[in-house]
Every structure is written in structure tokens, then in C-alpha cells.
């Protein structure tokens, strides 16, 4: 409750279709409360039963919903970091020689994936890898500044412009290099 004229008080009330916020006296305030008529609302002409309850009810849901997104983004945080231990994990094992394919350690990875696994050159072993790390094609392209698309079409055997192939194999030897 405010009072905005010498000594009369006024409830502030913001109309359900236009939001905006509208004020009327505290005695007008209590007959509505008490008979449960409607107001008008003088920006949009929206009349509306006046419910006290109403507007409570709607702030409710307003703080639920917000409670709700916090709830999300503090899962969707807590998930980020696991995804990222994950990923560094997987990444110093590969960094240490171990094949993602067969689990055992290598001491040149290159050489054994060139000579055991000659089926992962290029796209199969870039996507095994992304997989392994966890990676999305999204998340890979941002890591190599490459454009998104491009990692989905080298994996699917495509052609791509020669920098993104370049990227895509510096990126590769690093991984496979201990």
C-alpha cells in the first residue's frame, strides 16, 4: 500500500492481459476485495474480477517457475562439469597411448592404429575419438575453429575445404601422439 496524495492510500494492481500497473483507492480496494466485482483496467479496457488471491496465485507461479530454472541450470552446470571430467579423463588416456578401440596401452598409439586398425583413418577415427572424448560436433568444431558442418561432413566421408582438413588432422595428431 502506498499513498501518493495527502492521506489517502492507494493499492498498486497490475492487469492481467497488459501488465500494467494501476492504482486505486484502499476503500474502492476493500469493496472489491469483499464483493469480488471487476475492475477496469484504464490502459487496455480489460475488465477483470478483482481477486487479491489471483494475483498472489500468478507470483506463486512466478517464483516456481524461476525455481524451476535454477533447479535446471544447476543440474545442467553439475552435468557440464561431469561430461568435462570425462573428457579429460579419456584425453590423458589417450595422451598415455591407450587404443579407445581395444583398451590396452601402446607405446607409439599412431603406429598400432595405422597397422591394427587401418579402418580408422580419417573420418572413422575422428568420430571414435569425438566419441570417445564425449564430444559433440559442435563442441569439436569450437575446439578446432573449424565451422560445425564441416566436422559432420569429413565424418560422413564428404569433402571439405583443405584448412578444416587441415585442422581436423593437426587436431588428430595430437590425440593419437603420446
Same mark, same amino acid.
Given at each position: 500500500?502506498?499513498?501518493?496524495?495527502?492521506?489517502?492510500?492507494?493499492?498498486?494492481?497490475?492487469?492481467?492481459?497488459?501488465?500494467?500497473?494501476?492504482?486505486?483507492?484502499?476503500?474502492?480496494? $476493500?469493496?472489491?476485495?469483499?464483493?469480488?466485482?471487476?475492475?477496469?483496467?484504464?490502459?487496455?479496457?480489460?475488465?477483470?474480477?478483482?481477486?487479491?488471491?489471483?494475483?498472489?496465485?500468478?507470483?506463486? $507461479?512466478?517464483?516456481?517457475?524461476?525455481?524451476?530454472?535454477?533447479?535446471?541450470?544447476?543440474?545442467?552446470?553439475?552435468?557440464?562439469?561431469?561430461?568435462?571430467?570425462?573428457?579429460?579423463?579419456?584425453?590423458?588416456?589417450?595422451?598415455?597411448?591407450?587404443?579407445?578401440?581395444?583398451?590396452?596401452?601402446?607405446?607409439?598409439?599412431?603406429?598400432?592404429?595405422?597397422?591394427?586398425?587401418?579402418?580408422?583413418?580419417?573420418?572413422?577415427?575422428?568420430?571414435?575419438?569425438?566419441?570417445?572424448?564425449?564430444?559433440?560436433?559442435?563442441?569439436?568444431?569450437?575446439?578446432?575453429?573449424?565451422?560445425?558442418?564441416?566436422?559432420?561432413?569429413?565424418?560422413?566421408?564428404?569433402?571439405?575445404?583443405?584448412?578444416? $582438413?587441415?585442422?581436423?588432422?593437426?587436431?588428430?595428431?595430437?590425440?593419437?601422439?603420446?
Amino acid at each position: 500500500m502506498s499513498v501518493f496524495s495527502s492521506g489517502i492510500e492507494f493499492h498498486v494492481i497490475s492487469c492481467w492481459s497488459c501488465t500494467a500497473p494501476y492504482a486505486i483507492n484502499d476503500v474502492l480496494y $476493500q469493496e472489491r476485495h469483499k464483493d469480488g466485482k471487476g475492475l477496469w483496467c484504464p490502459s487496455c479496457g480489460v475488465s477483470a474480477v478483482f481477486s487479491p488471491s489471483l494475483q498472489d496465485d500468478a507470483l506463486q $507461479q512466478a517464483r516456481r517457475d524461476a525455481a524451476y530454472q535454477r533447479t535446471r541450470a544447476i543440474a545442467a552446470e553439475r552435468k557440464s562439469v561431469e561430461v568435462n571430467k570425462q573428457y579429460i579423463k579419456i584425453r590423458n588416456r589417450i595422451r598415455k597411448g591407450m587404443c579407445p578401440c581395444c583398451n590396452e596401452v601402446f607405446s607409439s598409439l599412431a603406429r598400432h592404429m595405422q597397422t591394427k586398425h587401418p579402418e580408422f583413418g580419417g573420418p572413422e577415427l575422428l568420430k571414435a575419438l569425438r566419441e570417445a572424448y564425449g564430444l559433440t560436433q559442435v563442441a569439436l568444431a569450437k575446439e578446432l575453429g573449424a565451422v560445425a558442418s564441416y566436422v559432420g561432413r569429413y565424418e560422413a566421408g564428404k569433402r571439405v575445404p583443405s584448412y578444416t $582438413q587441415r585442422l581436423i588432422a593437426e587436431w588428430l595428431s595430437k590425440q593419437v601422439t603420446a
